[in-house]
């Protein structure tokens, strides 16, 4: 679990992040400040963030955490169906291939910083 922050506060960030990403992908011109300037990099850092959030709220155990991401996955899927059906927007597999990365980035960056919240509390419990 992620220090000091609660499964309930991740999954509120999570919520956020959907309404974000699903609005984002679902207009016809997202707006520049929200654009990396490489599509592919967008999917990367928006499913990353959410991967992220996913994992600390829902990652009580890791077949939890998968299932929260192959969930995540499938929305992505979802938004591919949808924008092939809003002109100007296009479906492309990049795109989901590029939501798998970001997914799988996310997931790592908590581990890691699990990993390194847990050394920290082992030090700090440690007696000197």
Do not use: C
């Not at 699903?22 to 499913?47: E, I």
């Not at 169906?81 to 980035?105: F, I, K, Y």
């Amino acid at each position: 679990m992620s220090p000091r922050v609660s499964p309930g506060a991740w999954r509120a960030l999570l919520l956020l992040f959907l309404v974000l990403v699903t609005w984002l992908a679902l207009v016809p011109k997202p707006p520049p400040v929200a654009d990396t300037g490489w599509d592919k990099m967008n999917h990367v850092l928006a499913f990353a963030a959410l991967g992220l959030s996913a994992w600390f709220g829902f990652g009580q155990t890791r077949l939890r955490a998968a299932m929260a991401l192959l969930a995540l996955l499938a929305y992505g899927g979802l938004i591919e169906v949808l924008q092939a059906q809003l002109p100007p927007r296009s479906a492309e597999w990049g795109d989901l291939l590029a939501d798998a990365v970001g997914l799988t980035a996310g997931a790592l960056l908590a581990l890691v910083l699990q990993m390194l919240a847990a050394r920290a509390a082992g030090r700090l419990n440690r007696p000197r």
